[in-house]
């Protein structure tokens, strides 16, 4: 069964943290997003990758950083934590547009 | 530009009735796809059905089906007799092929389903 895991479900950080939260999918897609949820809002796109080492801006990238060192994994990366971070983080994966994605469980980050 | 609205944040409805998210798209290509996702309370989002814009035939899988119009830039979702099991959040998603697979999510529509 193909995979998109996400390293954690939940997690709490403090204000001003360096935030590192972990992407691998077992499907050797070229193409990874990065998601963040919020009630109202749907999914906005925070950066995404289309091979190793490649990263191009979504639609909310400020305060985020990517990196792609492996095809497989993909980690986003919170500078500076803010509390306007809180909220649901979903990675997924896809072959071609033709196919949608495939989605991890999500992460959901509270910044205190 | 392109977008998808799901004009219906929440809607509520008892076991057995019948239930249609609503779903508008915008988008200047004429090569696009259309997806519904459903993510339930454990949080991933499961894939549903796509839809390629050239495809307008409507499509019906057991309880589910989708109806496409081109005409009226809606692809709207229909759950014939709800079950409690379908209680979560619907999201309609739009992405166009020359635009490197990104996909342009609606804002959700959140399903209750009461016994």
């Known amino acids: 069964d193909v995979k998109v895991t996400q390293s954690s479900r939940y997690l709490v950080k403090r204000t001003g943290e360096k935030v590192f939260l972990e992407c691998v999918q077992d499907?050797?897609?070229?193409?990874m997003f990065w998601y963040r949820q919020d009630p109202g809002l749907g999914l906005r796109l925070i950066y995404f990758s289309y091979d190793v080492k490649m990263k191009e801006k979504g639609d909310i990238p400020e305060g985020y950083s990517v990196s792609r060192e492996k095809k497989e994994r993909f980690s986003l990366i919170l500078e500076s934590a803010s509390t306007n971070q809180t909220s649901m983080y979903l990675c997924a994966s896809s072959l071609t547009p033709l196919y949608g994605y495939t989605f991890g469980s999500g992460t959901r980050l509270t910044v205190v | 530009a392109q977008k998808v609205t799901q004009a219906q944040t929440e809607i509520s409805v008892v076991e057995k009735e019948d239930v249609t998210l609503d779903c508008v798209y915008e988008?200047?290509?004429?090569?696009?796809?259309l997806f519904w996702y459903k993510q339930p309370p454990s949080g991933e989002l499961v894939f549903l059905i796509r839809r390629n814009s050239f495809d307008e035939q409507n499509e019906i899988s057991g309880r589910y089906s989708w109806n496409f119009q081109k005409s009226t830039s809606s692809f709207n979702f229909t759950i014939t007799a709800s079950q409690v099991v379908d209680s979560a959040v619907y999201f309609c998603a739009l992405s166009e092929l020359g635009n490197t697979g990104k996909l342009i999510f609606g804002q959700g529509t959140t399903l209750q389903v009461k016994p």
């Open positions: 499907m050797d897609h070229e193409n």
């Open positions: 988008t200047r290509d004429t090569t696009y796809y």
